[in-house]
């Protein structure tokens, strides 16, 4: 994966609280919904609907919470002043994660149009306090509704590839982060009210929730090198065959049945499934990136999730 050089990137669609001080304050979330690319087996998110729409009694009991936990302050000046360049992403995650969610916006904003409300990514070390309540690194990425942002501590980039096994790559990361924001875009969109809380199994809502922002993270995927930002070029130059193949390696190492077979009991229960299998995975990050159209992701009316 290659960025352009020249170019400017903007750091406002993030808060950086790495370094903030980072308690837990006196969040009432009890949740963190959408689920993401986190260590499913491991660590089990339970998607509340009302969080997705910021109203009725649970809205109200999170409203106090929107933005910085308790203790927490975002600082980008230093992130500023490491990615005054795009060309700097292609020797900075930091700086690679910026273009990448500029770019994910900037798509989903044309797919979308006026119905696209962009959204901030939370770079933090550690752990967390969201509207949907606290969290840790050990969460894994995920997306909170209840504040429409996306947290990520980078250190999983590391943890895939030496826990998990993953080729990983520039690439992989933003198919970490578009997978994110697909969450975002479904709650814009209220899919997340087609599924039941605390659901799991090989057909649940909750897996096809997963598998469809799978799909949108290769839908945008297809039109990266395309899609234009405040200039009028795009701020991805190339991505290769050898970066699609790491997202397929990586999906199929974050699938329900590699982890549990792998990481957790040594045996695959299909009941608890809840991000979907590797196999399925694989499957719709590829039906996004080889149609580039967010209307083939629709998980919820197929009965072959594959």
Known sequence: MRYREGG???????????????????????????????????????LIQLLGGGGG?????????????QGEQADNSALEQACDDSGDANTSVDCAMVANIESIQDFWGTALGADYVPTQTVFFSGQVQT???????????????????VYIDLSFFDQLQQQFGAEGGLFVNAYVVAHEYGHHVQNLLGTNRLVTPGESGPASGTVRL?????????????????VPDDSGRPLI?????????????????????????????????????????SE?????????????????????ATDDLG
């Open 57 to 69: 009694e649970a809205g109200s009991a999170l409203s106090g919470l929107q933005g910085l936990g």
């Open 8 to 46: 400017s990137l903007d750091t406002s669609a993030v808060q950086d609280r790495r370094g903030s001080g980072r308690g837990f304050g006196g969040g009432r979330g009890v949740a963190v919904g959408g689920g993401g690319l986190g260590i499913a087996g491991l660590v089990v998110f339970v």
């Open 210 to 226: 997963e598998l469809q922002a799978d799909c949108y993270a290769g839908a945008w995927a297809n039109h990266a090198e395309t």
């Open 131 to 149: 509207s949907c309540g606290g969290a840790t690194s050990g969460s894994g990425p995920f997306y909170c509704p209840a504040d429409q942002e």
């Open 280 to 300: 399925q995975r694989q499957k719709w990050f590829m039906t996004g990136y080889e149609t580039g159209d967010p209307r083939r992701c629709d998980t919820f």
């Open 237 to 277: 130059a190339e991505i290769t065959q050898d970066d699609i193949d790491r997202a397929l390696d990586a999906a199929a190492r974050i699938g329900d049945d590699f982890i549990q077979q792998n990481l957790g009991s040594g045996t695959v229960d299909q009941d608890a499934f809840t991000h979907g299998s």
